[in-house]
Each structure stands twice: as structure tokens, then as C-alpha cells.
């Protein structure tokens, strides 16, 4: 049945490689509702969860998969797909997915973890929370409008296929905390609560801050569980603060480990 | 006393520039022996342990903070500064400091512990790594020498100035593990024991592996503690693993934790 999607067997038309290296940019991603990804495992885990709108591959990998099914399936050679690809090691397989619908509306908050990000502004970083929360079964992510978008390519990159598994919503999450604050929120301060002997619940927010300037005073008003990650050994001189995603991977490793 | 350190006061030479920017590249930053950092933070830091052979800085920088010691110092426009940095972000001040020298003979491991990098090729995660290091208290890390370097600028900018701090050296490190197997050494696999209710000492070498193919064969055979961080839940399809940098940050907590 691959015939039929076929539209072009044998090379990569030029306006495609422009559609692909202009998805760089946010403007045409919201434009077209589309974001990149390559190589073989992102590509292949997005298959399974979003509608891929045009893939572009080798010989090889089309043959190696004949399972693929897209919109649009192009066979490239390694020359063409280097005048595509973000990247800077050409991968076998470049494809364009729809942007799936994370509707903030349809999130379920009730007897689950959900992060919130408030500002995070590196898109490594925004991708590296993403897997993050992939591991740790944290099925939804609410950021504030400036946070790094999702579809970024180095986001999508950086979430190593866990952008198909975790829905991630933009809003004004100083309205959606207060809109929710009937649940615990948590978030890290410096004068927070060690958070390795502070009760921890299995339902509730937990807000991270931004690389430079943390959680930012209206997000943290709204925050009423103020935890620490203690350094070591305390009071030693140190880095003033861990790496935001860092950070993360902690918390989400300490709130799970209760359960175990 | 600062006039006596400046040679040129009023501009960035095109010299100098070229010197900075050529540090991007490995093979001069070890014929020079020295590194670049940038932005008022990290170079701060920096001056306070690494000796500094060059400092650029605007009027301003110097102004207020006339304790600034380098061998050299220049006071720089914007513009000029803009041509040398290595950054997106123009910062008020670019130094270059002489590399320190981290000898692994004197690297104390007793009663300590250690991180051992076997092949982490991204420079940013190298440089949360050692953030992450000094936040634990972890004095020293062992890399091997397929691991991204510690002077490229991308690796000394994640580390946020930690790299003032925390003592990095390069070896085979199938041999450091052997001649330091009276330790323990520690080590993530999927098959190894849950880091959460596995015993752990105060002592020993915490071994991460490569972000694509994780801890090799030959280094693996020499790691006698198996440890796994469990996804949660457990069995459920999620990502096949965790980035480097949040990995090592979860298990540095783990490790410290038990202190509390």
C-alpha cells in the first residue's frame, strides 16, 4: 500500500528542503501547525502517537521499514537530506509531523504530578524536563507563555521521543495556579523545606523556575510548598543553583521514590 | 594599582580578538594552555581560583569593580566585545584564564566520592555535570578521553563557575577503575538494583556512561554495584532512559540523601 502515498519516489524537491529548514522558526511552525524531527528512533516514536504530514528518507531506511506510513513518503539520498536537516550529523530520516493539540482544558489533575514551568527559557533544557517527566510517568507539563516552545527543534531533539507521550500546554500559569489551588503546589526555594524529610503528596503542581532568575514573585505567592534540595555538605560555598532540568530530574526522582 | 596591570586601556585589538575567538578550537586552547569565559558571573567566580592572562571588559565593569586582577585588562566598547565573544548574547566581560592543572595523582579518593565520565560527548552536559559535582560536595571527576573537553566554552559556560571548583582529569579509565578496585564502584544498567532501597557508601566511584550507548563493555566489567533508577510505573513503555546530566543529578541527590 505504499504506492499510494507515495508523491515523489526519487528526490527531495528543492521547495521541501526550504518547508523543512523554515520550520526553524517559530513564525512558520505556527504557521503551518507542523514541527520537524529526525533520525530514527524520534521520528519512529512520533509515528506512533502523531500524524506525520511528509517524511523524507533513504533507500535504505524505506526498505529497512516498510511499516512507515505518512501523508507523504519521499525517498532521498544522504546529499539531499544534508540540505535539510537542522542537524549537524545528516540523519537517515527527516519528517514533518502536525502539531498535536495539547488542550489545557482536557488536562486531569486529580490524583496525578504535574510540572509547571514558569519561564524556562532553554529549549535543551525544556526537552531534557520533557523526558524527565516521561520517566517519571508525569503525563502533562503547563508552561508560561515564555517558556521555550516545545516544537523548537532542539526541543523536540532534546525530548528523545518522550514529545509523543507527554502533553505539554502554554497559559498564564499564575491564573492557572490560582485556578487550582486547591491542590498542593510545590515549587524550590532557598529557604524551602528539605525535601528529602518533607512529606511529599502523589497528586499536586510542582512549578520550576527559569535558568536565570528562578520562580518569579507572582508565580511564587501562589506556591505552598516550599522545598530545598539541600547541597552537601551544607553551608559549604557552592554553586549557587542546579541546572534547571537537574533539578527536575531530583524532584521527580524524590517524589516517586515514596512510592517504592 | 590596577593602572600598573593594563597595557591598553581604551581598545580590544583585532589581535586579541582573534586570540579569543580562536579558543573555540581545542587544539589551540592546549598550545595556549588557557580557556575563555564569559558574563559577569562565571568570570567571577573564575578569578577567584583560576589565574586570569586576559580580561576584556566594559567601562562600566571596571568601574565598579575595581578589585579586578589579571595580567592583562582592556577596557572594551560593546562593539568590540561583540567581535570577540563566543556567545549569542554579547556579555560586558570576556577573560581568558590559564588552564588549570587537575594532576589525577592527586586526586584523593579515600573516604570520597567520585564521578567517572566514560564518554560523554556533549559539552553542556559535561558542564551540568560538574555544576551538579559541586552542589554534592563532589570534589573530582575522572573522564576518559573521549569525553567532551572541560575548556570547550560550551562546557565551561553550563557550569555556571562550578568549574572554579571542581577538579576534572582525563584518563584511560579502564585502568583507573582497576587499580582503584578496592573501592566500590557504582554504575547504572537496566537490569541493576533499585537505587532507592539499595544500600549505598560514602565512599566510592560513580561511573555514567555515554549519552548514546551508555557505559561500555570494557568499563562495565569493572563496575562490581549495579544500580537502576526505576521509571514510574514500573513495566510502563517510556523512554529508554533518562539524559546524563538529570541521571547523575538524581543519583548524586541518592547518594547524599542518606546523610540526612
Known amino acids: 500500500m505504499r504506492e499510494v502515498q507515495l508523491t515523489n519516489t526519487m528526490s ?13 522558526e517559530k513564525k512558520f511552525r ?12 524520534l521520528v519512529f516514536d512520533l509515528l506512533e502517537t502523531c500524524r506525520c504530514q511528509f517524511l523524507a528518507a533513504t533507500p535504505e531506511i524505506l526498505a529497512t521499514y516498510p511499516e512507515i506510513r505518512a501523508e507523504e513518503i519521499v525517498e532521498a539520498n544522504i546529499s539531499e ?3 535539510a536537516t537542522l542537524l549537524t550529523t545528516c540523519p537517515p530520516v527527516i519528517a514533518v509531523f502536525h502539531q498535536p493539540e495539547n488542550k489545557l482544558e482536557e488536562i486531569i489533575l486529580k490524583d496525578k504530578l504535574t510540572l509547571v514551568l514558569d519561564g524556562v527559557q532553554d529549549p535543551g533544557n525544556v526537552g531534557t524536563i520533557v523526558r524527565i517527566a516521561d520517566w517519571f510517568g508525569i503525563g502533562h507539563i503547563v508552561c508560561s507563555p515564555d517558556t521555550a516552545d516545545l516544537f ?22 499564575a491564573f492557572f495556579l490560582t485556578k487550582n489551588s486547591h491542590l498542593p503546589v510545590y515549587g524550590t526555594f532557598l529557604d524551602g523545606e528539605n525535601i528529602y524529610t518533607k512529606e511529599l503528596s502523589t497528586e499536586g503542581l510542582i512549578v ?37 532540568a537537574a533539578a527536575t530530574a531530583i524532584i521527580c526522582s524524590e517524589f516517586r521514590r ?3
Chains 1, 2 share one sequence.
Open 12 to 24: 527531495l524537491s528543492n521547495n521541501k528542503i526550504k518547508y523543512i529548514r523554515s520550520l526553524k
Open 30 to 41: 505556527d504557521e503551518h501547525h507542523t514541527f520537524v524531527a529526525e533520525g530514527i528512533k
Open 81 to 83: 537530506l544534508k540540505k
Open 152 to 173: 523548537n527543534p532542539k526541543t523536540v531533539q532534546a525530548t528523545m521521543g518522550a514529545i509523543a507521550r507527554v502533553r505539554v500546554s502554554y497559559t498564564d500559569i
Open 208 to 244: 520550576m523556575g527559569s535558568e536565570g532568575k528562578g520562580i518569579r514573585p507572582e508565580t511564587a505567592k501562589r506556591i505552598g510548598r516550599k522545598l530545598f534540595i539541600p547541597n552537601f555538605p551544607l553551608n559549604r560555598t557552592t554553586s549557587e543553583s542546579l541546572n534547571v
Open 258 to 260: 515514596r512510592t517504592f
